[in-house]
C-alpha cells in the first residue's frame, strides 16, 4: 500500500514564524502535491512537482514556497505565517510522470493554526 | 477558469437507498475523473476512477460518465450508516488534479 505521511497532524504557530511541514512517501512516486482545505472551498493547490528540484506553483502559490530535494520527499514554508493561512494542509503523490493524471494518494493533513 | 462543480448539500438519504451525487466540468479536454471519500477529520481517499463514457461498477458503487454534457455522477447503492461522509469529484487538467468542493452525504439508519 501507498504511504503518504506528514510530519505533524496539529502545528500552532504565531503570525511572523517560519513555518515547515514535512511529507514523505514510501512509493517511489514521481509526483507530490501540496493542497490546502478550507470548509466551502475544496482542495485549492498551492504547489507541485513532478521530479526532485521542479516545482510548479499552483492555484494559490502566495505566501508559500516548496522544496524536494529528495524524490520521497516535498517540504511546504510558510516564509512568514499569517493568520490566513490558518487552514488544513494536505500532501499527496502520484505515479505517472508530467503530463499524465492518476490517483492521488494522501498524508493524514497538519492542521495548522496562526494565532 | 478550470471549475469543477458539486452541490455542497447536504444529501439526506434514508439507509438502503441509492445515493447519488453530481458533478460537472469546465474543460471538454479533461480525460480522468476520480471520485474521492473524505470522512470528518481525515483525508480523502480514492473510491472510483473513470476514464471513457458509460458507467464503471465496483461493489454498491457506480460511476457514470458523459463528456458531450461534461458531467460525472456517483451512485451509492444500498447506502449505509458508515457513508456519511465528503463526496469529492476530481477531474484532470493536464497534470493536475482540480478538485470539486464536495458533497455532504447523510445517511440515516
Known amino acids: 500500500d501507498v504511504k503518504v505521511t506528514q510530519s505533524s497532524r496539529y502545528l500552532v504557530k504565531r503570525t511572523g514564524e517560519k513555518v515547515f511541514l514535512e511529507c514523505v512517501q514510501d512509493?517511489?512516486?514521481?509526483?507530490m502535491f501540496w493542497y490546502r482545505q478550507d470548509p466551502g472551498l475544496g482542495l485549492r493547490l498551492i504547489y507541485f512537482s513532478y521530479d526532485v528540484k521542479m516545482k510548479e506553483k499552483g492555484d494559490i502559490p502566495e505566501g508559500y514556497s516548496v522544496s524536494r530535494e529528495k524524490k520521497e520527499r516535498f517540504s511546504l514554508i510558510l516564509e512568514s505565517a499569517s493568520t490566513n493561512q490558518t487552514s488544513m494542509y494536505l500532501c499527496?503523490?502520484?505515479?505517472?510522470?508530467?503530463?499524465?493524471?492518476?490517483?492521488?494518494?494522501f498524508g493524514p493533513g497538519t492542521r495548522l493554526t496562526v494565532l | 477558469q478550470k471549475e469543477v462543480e458539486q452541490n455542497s448539500g447536504p444529501l439526506s438519504v434514508p439507509e438502503g437507498a441509492i445515493a447519488s451525487l453530481n458533478c460537472t466540468y469546465s474543460d471538454r479536454g479533461s480525460q480522468s475523473f476520480f471520485w474521492y471519500r473524505q470522512y470528518s477529520g481525515k483525508s480523502p481517499e480514492l473510491i472510483m476512477s473513470?476514464?471513457?463514457?458509460g458507467d464503471k461498477e465496483d461493489g454498491r458503487f457506480t460511476a457514470q460518465l458523459n463528456k458531450a454534457s461534461q458531467y460525472v455522477s456517483l451512485l451509492i447503492r444500498d447506502s449505509q450508516p458508515s457513508d456519511s461522509a465528503t463526496y469529492l469529484c476530481a477531474v484532470d487538467y493536464g497534470n493536475k488534479l482540480v478538485f470539486g468542493a464536495g458533497t455532504i452525504l447523510r445517511v440515516k439508519s
Open positions: 512509493m517511489d512516486h514521481e509526483n
Open positions: 499527496a503523490s502520484s505515479f505517472p510522470p508530467l503530463g499524465l493524471t492518476d490517483t492521488q494518494y
Open positions: 473513470i476514464y471513457s463514457n
